[in-house]
């Protein structure tokens, strides 16, 4: 999937900006402060979420303007026009259009359009707790499966009111069943998902040439485990029991000890077999940027439209070999992806498949 047409007005430090880009892949390169993320940012609000900075409408809003926008034109043939920006009536709520009509689930814009990234933040990504992980893995999901968002806000409200319910109500034994009866399914649900994604991706072998670490990726969950085991609907009823069992326990906690939030997973270079919290911090952003390719590669696979891809300063941290090892892959596939950098001359290698676009204070130089 490409982005054909980018429209912002007073996004971040962006009045407005018109860009079609005329490349398969784009290097946004520029000084500290710019744009280059910002304009990142925007493309990943086409999809679903609150973007690559997690984000709220205020702090995405251009200081002293009152409404922002994005549009955009996605794909050549059969394009699709996705729209999204601050309601005016009212600023903290976030609308979405799809082809010129307001949207009422957000999964129909998961069916359009899937957006992956990689940011400077994600370095702490194995340090960070789990729930970041879990946030990355889902976000790759979502572009497989546009139901997993709703099992995911299904699953957590069940939680957070089964929380609320062991506080406050702990002797209604019929909501509790109830709670922890959606948990059980949501979960089930979530992990089946989650476990298809991490099975198809071990599966696939991208070449990246001899310099580049292929990943391998292991979902780290208990209920992962068992339905690799039992058929889910077992699943489901050890996951009920198991949550009847531990209202006491969860009570005095605050908090509920099973269930898909309880997931996390983690990363292996292929070769050495080495673990991504054992490794260094340019061989953790080499693993993530194969995830990040090879889940591209597998939604291609599968005949999904591919995601558009934003790798924020994806050559820091990286050695020069896996520099050179990225941009040939890159120069070779037919991924969208577009980068940035503060320096040209790092991409040097991508001067012939790439639109370079300079960015100042909020604008295109070049
Ligand atoms: N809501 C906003 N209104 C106006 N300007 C904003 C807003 N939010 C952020 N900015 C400005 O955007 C700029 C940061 O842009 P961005 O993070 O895209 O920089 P960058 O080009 O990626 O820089 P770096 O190379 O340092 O990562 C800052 O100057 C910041 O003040």
Redesign the pocket.
């Known amino acids: 999937m490409r982005v054909a047409r980018l429209v912002l007005t007073d996004f971040?430090?962006y009045e407005r900006l018109v860009w079609e880009p005329q490349a398969r892949l784009s290097v946004l390169f520029?000084?500290?402060?710019?744009?280059?993320?910002?304009?990142l940012?925007a493309l990943s609000l086409l999809a679903p979420g609150r973007g690559l900075r997690g984000a709220g409408n205020s702090?995405?809003?251009?200081?002293g303007a009152h409404v922002w926008g994005i549009a955009a034109r996605l794909g050549a043939e059969d394009p699709v026009s996705i729209a999204t920006g601050s309601d005016p009536s009212n600023p903290a709520r976030r609308l979405f259009r799809l082809d010129d009509m307001p949207v009422r689930a957000q999964s129909q814009i998961a069916a359009h359009c899937a957006v992956t990234w990689l940011t400077p933040p994600m370095d702490r990504l194995f340090s960070d707790p789990a729930s970041g992980r879990r946030r990355f893995l889902d976000r790759l999901v979502l572009a497989l499966d546009s139901n997993h968002a709703r099992e995911a806000a299904s699953h957590e409200r069940s939680v957070s009111q089964r929380n609320r319910v062991l506080g406050t109500h702990p002797g209604q034994a019929v909501w509790l069943d109830g709670l922890e009866d959606s948990i059980a399914r949501h979960a089930v649900a979530m992990t089946a998902s989650r476990l298809a994604l991490v099975e198809a991706m071990n599966a696939r072998d991208l070449a990246y040439g001899s310099t580049f670490p292929a990943t391998r990726l292991r979902l780290r969950c208990a209920i992962g485990a068992l339905l690799s085991e039992r058929p889910a609907i077992a699943v489901e009823e050890q996951l009920r029991d198991a949550l009847r069992a531990s209202r006491g326990a969860d009570r005095e906690r605050g908090a509920t000890s099973s269930g898909a939030h309880r997931a996390d997973f983690a990363l292996e270079d292929v070769r050495t077999g080495r673990d991504a919290t054992l490794s260094s911090s340019g061989q953790q952003k080499a693993m993530l940027v194969h995830t990040i390719l090879n889940h591209a590669g597998l939604l291609r696979a599968m005949g999904h439209a591919s995601p558009l891809i934003l790798l924020?300063?994806p050559l820091v941290h990286l050695d020069r070999q896996r520099r050179d090892a990225l941009q040939d892959f890159l120069a070779r596939s037919d991924m969208a992806v577009t980068m940035?950098g503060?320096d040209r001359a790092h991409f040097a290698a991508l001067e012939r498949h790439a639109e370079f676009r300079q960015?100042s204070d909020?604008g295109f130089v070049s």
């Open positions: 971040r430090n520029g000084e500290n402060g710019a744009g280059k993320t910002n304009l940012e702090q995405i809003l251009r200081q924020d300063e940035t503060t960015i909020g």
